[in-house]
Nanobody
């Protein structure tokens, strides 16, 4: 049971990136998948999450309208499209999976790190001004 995050890099403000979270394990098509980030000297924070069917998405206020989360259950991947990047988006981005979430988990549940049992290793996103 593993999560592998990829797609990070160094970009300029206003640019875009696409992060991908690949999962291994036969139960991962039933998970709530989330993205979190941790900037230097700051606590890890919620970014976005998507229900196991892909029909419900959740976003933090700081990324709403700029980031888009999506999933392909056939490939067991969840992507995070990052548009209009800002220097304050610089962080290590982690994907995480919760195999116990109900379909209608709600935003409070989806944004709570402690609900996620599995975590990827993180991918660095650096946005220069």
């Amino acid at each position: 049971v593993q999560l592998q995050a990829s797609g990070g890099g160094l970009v300029q403000a206003g640019d875009s990136l696409r992060l991908s979270c690949a999962a291994s394990g036969r139960t991962f098509n039933r998970d709530l998948r989330g993205w979190f980030r941790q900037a230097p000297g700051k606590e890890r924070e919620f970014v976005a999450a998507i229900s196991r069917t892909g029909t419900t998405t959740y976003y933090s206020d700081s990324v709403k309208g700029r980031f888009t989360i999506s999933r392909d259950n056939g490939k067991k991947t969840v992507d995070l499209q990052l548009n209009s990047l800002k220097p304050e988006d610089t962080a290590i981005y982690y994907c995480a999976a919760d195999l116990n979430a109900i379909l209608s988990a709600g935003p409070t549940y989806a944004s709570t790190q402690e609900n996620y049992e599995y975590w990827g290793q993180g991918t660095q996103v650096t946005v220069s001004s």
